[in-house]
């Protein structure tokens, strides 16, 4: 089946500083990538759709200014969250489509920000 | 807006019950429906995947259901196995490619 990666699978930053995560698809090319967000005990929520060649398309209350997103080729999509808070603490998961159907999911990155 | 539900939150059963999680969703406007399996601390793994116009998928022990008036799925998981233990997210696909995702139900297996 289709591979998605993520790295780093965890990171620990300070207040203020920025982190940025990697999706790729390994065995596929991916148009689209999908960022989510899951806190604790809950279910993931989009956060974003990550186009390669054009902007990303933010879902409301997602602040675009803060959580980058960088589609540069077919096989890879990063999420730069800039300012950490410790409010960002939490667990990012991306996604691929491949053939318009089925979601492949990555591993996920822990983000903890002290 | 699409809401997704499942029931119950959490289950606990006896290893080698057989076992249903429901799924339900406000729209039925959708393009099709996948169940998911997290383990803690970890990713997705797709376990199915029912297209808006198919009425059930099977996967060894498991099968989801799919009934697309009612807004309704569910995933029976016959002979239950310690290893089952997870949560399970129902998602459904709207028209716009997006995955709308259900609050999860975590399922504990006892030996």
């Known amino acids: 089946g289709a591979v998605v990666s993520q790295h780093p699978s965890w990171v620990i930053c300070k207040s203020g500083t920025s982190v940025k995560i990697e999706c790729r698809s390994l065995d596929f090319q991916a148009t689209t990538m999908f960022w989510y967000r899951q806190f604790p005990k809950q279910s993931l929520m989009l956060m974003a759709t990550?186009?390669?060649?054009?902007?990303?398309?933010?879902e409301q209350g997602v602040e675009k200014d803060k959580f980058l997103i960088n589609h540069a080729s077919l096989t890879l999509s990063t999420l730069t969250v800039t300012s950490a808070h410790p409010e960002d603490s939490s667990f990012y998961i991306c996604?691929?489509?491949?053939?318009?159907?089925?979601?492949?999911f990555g591993p996920g990155t822990r983000l903890t920000v002290t | 807006k699409q809401e997704v539900t499942q029931i119950p939150a959490a289950l606990s059963v006896p290893e080698g019950e057989n076992l249903v999680l429901n799924c339900s969703f406000t729209?039925?406007?959708?393009?099709?429906l996948q169940w998911f399996r997290q383990d803690p601390g970890k990713g997705l793994t797709s376990l199915l995947l029912i297209q808006s116009s198919q009425r059930e998928q099977t996967s060894g022990r498991l099968n989801a259901s799919l009934d697309k008036s009612s807004g309704r799925s569910t995933l029976y998981i016959a002979a239950s196995q310690p290893g089952d233990s997870a949560t399970y997210l129902c998602?459904?696909?709207?028209?716009?490619?997006?995955?709308?995702f259900g609050q999860g139900t975590e399922l504990s297996v006892k030996p």
């Open positions: 996604s691929a489509n491949l053939s318009g159907d089925e979601q492949y």
């Open positions: 990550s186009n390669e060649g054009s902007k990303a398309t933010y």
């Open positions: 729209d039925s406007a959708i393009y099709n």
């Open positions: 998602a459904v696909k709207n028209q716009g490619g997006k995955l709308i």
